[in-house]
Each structure stands twice: as structure tokens, then as C-alpha cells.
């Protein structure tokens, strides 16, 4: 064999070799960022997702989790999946509405009457139809998350619905409870979650509504008077990702995200109702403000205020997802 020849053979299998080892170690780095603690039932179920995918898929994936806005806020998150800058994020319900109408269903006031029946809409045929409910936009949901029922806060007690007439509440970015503070004549001010506790703490906004978790996690009870347990509305947060990332990936690796998404899942609604109780408590227990409760007429008198606010968006929902949902009370 003539030198040239022997050079040239030696130099493609050394070429074979090494993409041989890089395709041994290629690995798929995935990352989750989130708006909220780490110590939050959606934190948590980030962490143990990371641990579960690492467990199943060994190195074949290595998970980072961006909790407290570090990459990007939910206003922002999911043009960031899309442009593959993240690969998931936990954004709430809330935050779809430029990319479906459908999902602003959850965002309806007191549709639903506790956990049980969100959870028996989620896991029906219409709850899991949402999830595909982008597809075509290029976003997929994997999963929902829990966080839990809304209550409301401010410096003056809320107990009426004409006790909010004028206060400027902190909203997420959604039409939905836009509208419901509009129909008590309170002023809704769209605003990031994580400016929301210097928001409350210099008068910029006099109140604003979020799950117990939330509210002890960010320190918003130190900066409130008053907490009214209205259970009004629900917060919660789809796992999304994109639908041709997602498509495009190894069909092991894509089952075994997927897996390790199914147990994150039940072990993160597992934890919110432990942690909703618990952290309840601890804001009770803080002495920083008030609890206050509603009486049945109270409670009746706040559902009938903000009721018109199902027939307005009902032509963008469904009327048969608004049915459905309502079916599970």
C-alpha cells in the first residue's frame, strides 16, 4: 500500500473514532425555567422532574432548572421555548392568551368549587384536549401543575364586592381577571410576578390575588393588612415545550421526559395541597395580617358580581369546555 494511501485510511478511521466517542457522549441539555421559589409545589415538582429524567435517561440528558425568573419571566418564556433558548417552562394558565383563547377557561372566577374539581376537568377528555391546544402555534403542554385556589389581598378589608371599588389590584396578564376586577370596579394593573411584592410594598398597587403558596413563598402577607379566603379562582401552570423540539427528539429520551414529566406531576399536586395547608397556616401563625372569612351571603354576593364575566368570554372558550368544567362541581 502506497504511503499516501496508508495516511489517508489511518486519518478516516481516527475521523470514525472520535465521532464515534461523540456520539457516545452526545448529550441533550434540557432547560426548565420557572417564575416562582424553589421551595413551591411547581419548584419542587422542577427539582424532582430534573432528578427523575437524570434517573431514567442516566447521561444521556442533563437538566437545568432556572427557578425565580433567572432566564426569563412567563411573559416571556414561551417565545424563548419556541426560538430554543429553554426547552420547558411552567407557565400559569394565564399567560396563554395570545396563543389560545381556549386555555382562558381557567381564568373564569369561581368556576371551579375545589382542587377535586379541577383535577376531574384536567384529566377528562376537554382538560386533555387543551394540552394539544397550541400544537399548531408550536407549543405542546406535557403536563399540568397545580398551585391552587386564588385569595385576595389588600390594606382594607375585602368583604363585599363593593369594598374593591377603586383599588388597583396586580394582575397577571390575562383578559379574564381583568375583567373580573372590572366588574366590581376595582382597576386591574398587568404586572410581572416578580415585581409584585415591591409593587405592594410602595402603593403602586393596593392589593392583588394569589394561592397561599405564593403568597407566603414571596412575602406578600408582610406587606397586606388583610387576606380574604375567597378561593375564587385557580391558579395553575401548564408544562409546555415545543412541539418540534419535542417531536424531533429520540424516541427513548422523548418517553423517558415524558415518564419522568408523568411522576414530576403527581408527586407536584401531591405537594400542593400539603403545602397550601401548611403554608396557610404559617402566614396565620406570622401575625403580619388578617384572615378574614366569608359568610355564605358574602360569598354568594361575590360569585353573583363577577358571574357576567363567563357569558363574556364564553364565544372565545367554548361554551362545551365552560360545560364541562362546570360539570365536575
Known amino acids: 500500500?502506497?504511503?499516501?494511501?496508508?495516511?489517508?485510511?489511518?486519518?478516516?478511521?481516527?475521523?470514525?473514532?472520535?465521532?464515534?466517542?461523540?456520539?457516545?457522549?452526545?448529550?441533550?441539555?434540557?432547560?426548565?425555567?420557572?417564575?416562582?421559589?424553589?421551595?413551591?409545589?411547581?419548584?419542587?415538582?422542577?427539582?424532582?422532574?430534573?432528578?427523575?429524567?437524570?434517573?431514567?435517561?442516566?447521561?444521556?440528558?442533563?437538566?437545568?432548572?432556572?427557578?425565580?425568573?433567572?432566564?426569563?419571566?412567563?411573559?416571556?418564556?414561551?417565545a424563548a421555548i419556541l426560538r430554543g433558548d429553554v426547552q420547558f417552562g411552567a407557565p400559569s394558565l394565564a399567560k396563554f392568551g395570545k396563543w389560545t383563547k381556549k386555555l382562558q377557561v381557567y381564568d373564569l372566577p369561581f368556576l371551579f368549587k375545589d382542587m377535586d374539581a379541577v383535577a376531574c376537568f384536567q384529566d377528562g377528555e376537554k382538560g386533555q384536549e387543551l394540552l394539544k391546544s397550541m400544537s399548531s402555534k408550536g407549543l405542546t403542554g406535557v403536563g399540568y401543575w397545580h398551585n391552587g385556589l386564588k385569595q385576595l389581598s389588600a390594606n382594607k378589608p375585602l368583604k363585599a364586592p363593593a369594598d374593591a371599588e377603586g383599588l388597583k389590584f396586580r394582575i397577571q396578564s390575562s383578559d379574564v381577571i381583568a375583567a373580573q376586577f372590572e366588574a366590581v370596579n376595582a382597576v386591574p394593573q398587568k404586572m410581572a410576578f416578580s415585581e409584585t411584592y415591591s409593587a405592594l410594598q410602595t402603593g403602586v398597587v393596593d392589593g392583588q390575588e394569589n394561592t397561599w403558596s405564593n403568597i407566603y413563598s414571596k412575602k406578600f402577607?408582610?406587606?397586606?393588612?388583610?387576606?380574604?379566603?375567597?378561593?375564587?379562582?385557580?391558579?395553575?401552570?401548564?408544562?409546555?415545550?415545543?412541539?418540534?423540539?419535542?417531536?424531533?427528539?429520540?424516541?427513548?429520551?422523548?418517553?423517558?421526559?415524558?415518564?419522568?414529566?408523568?411522576?414530576?406531576?403527581?408527586?407536584?399536586?401531591?405537594?400542593?395541597a400539603d403545602l397550601t395547608a401548611e403554608q396557610r397556616q404559617a402566614v396565620i401563625d406570622s401575625g403580619e395580617t388578617e384572615i378574614l372569612q366569608l359568610t355564605d351571603t358574602e360569598f354568594a354576593q361575590w360569585q353573583t358580581a363577577v358571574k357576567p364575566v363567563w357569558a363574556e368570554f364564553s364565544g372565545d372558550i367554548g361554551q362545551d369546555i365552560i360545560d364541562a368544567a362546570a360539570a365536575c362541581n
Not at 8 to 31: D, F, N, P, R
Open 221 to 272: 402577607f408582610e406587606v397586606q393588612d388583610y387576606i380574604t379566603e375567597s378561593n375564587h379562582g385557580l391558579l395553575d401552570y401548564m408544562v409546555v415545550t415545543s412541539t418540534k423540539w419535542w417531536d424531533g427528539l429520540d424516541p427513548e429520551i422523548r418517553d423517558g421526559l415524558a415518564q419522568a414529566m408523568k411522576e414530576a406531576s403527581a408527586y407536584a399536586n401531591g405537594l400542593s
Open 1 to 78: 500500500m502506497r504511503p499516501i494511501t496508508k495516511h489517508i485510511l489511518a486519518a478516516g478511521v481516527a475521523a470514525a473514532a472520535l465521532m464515534g466517542t461523540h456520539a457516545a457522549s452526545a448529550q441533550e441539555v434540557i432547560k426548565f425555567a420557572h417564575v416562582v421559589a424553589p421551595n413551591t409545589p411547581k419548584g419542587q415538582g422542577a427539582d424532582f422532574f430534573k432528578k427523575r429524567a437524570e434517573e431514567i435517561l442516566g447521561d444521556k440528558v442533563e437538566i437545568e432548572i432556572y427557578p425565580n425568573s433567572q432566564l426569563f419571566d412567563d411573559s416571556k418564556v414561551l
